[in-house]
Nanobody, 118 residues
Framework: QVPVVESGGGLVQPGGSLSLSCAAS????????LGWYRQGSGNQREFIAS???????LYANSAKGRFTVSRDTDSKTVHLRMDNLNPDDTGLYLC????????????WGQGTQVTVSS
């Protein structure tokens, strides 16, 4: 098991910004990919963004142009900068980490709540 811990959620007004972070621990776990999903009131998970190595970055259409995902040089920490937030961005933001020996495994954090409301 690889612990994954998110931080940085909160309440923000429409049009505002928020930054999330996620760190995976475990010195013997080689991280291949990290990213974020959002879980809304219906409990469905929606892909937001992910990052592998170098320029291997993916965004959901809803995140393009507003969100920026980045990865620290330690390779086990990922950040999500969210700008121009709107109420549809509200939800529980869940971080995932994929890595280890093939077949790679994916671990999830508990999530951090983001609420966009005036």
């Amino acid at each position: 098991q690889v612990p994954v811990v998110e931080s940085g959620g909160g309440l923000v007004q429409p049009g505002g910004s928020l930054s999330l972070s996620c760190a995976a621990s475990g010195s013997n776990f080689a991280v291949f990919r990290l990213g974020w999903y959002r879980q809304g009131s219906g409990n469905q998970r929606e892909f937001i963004a992910s990052i592998g190595s170098g320029t291997d970055i993916l965004y959901a259409n809803s995140a393009k142009g507003r969100f920026t995902v980045s990865r620290d040089t330690d390779s086990k920490t990922v950040h999500l900068r969210m700008d121009n937030l709107n109420p549809d961005d509200t939800g529980l933001y869940l971080c995932f980490v994929t890595g280890g020996a093939i077949p790679r495994r994916t671990f999830w954090g508990q999530g951090t709540q983001v609420t966009v409301s005036s």
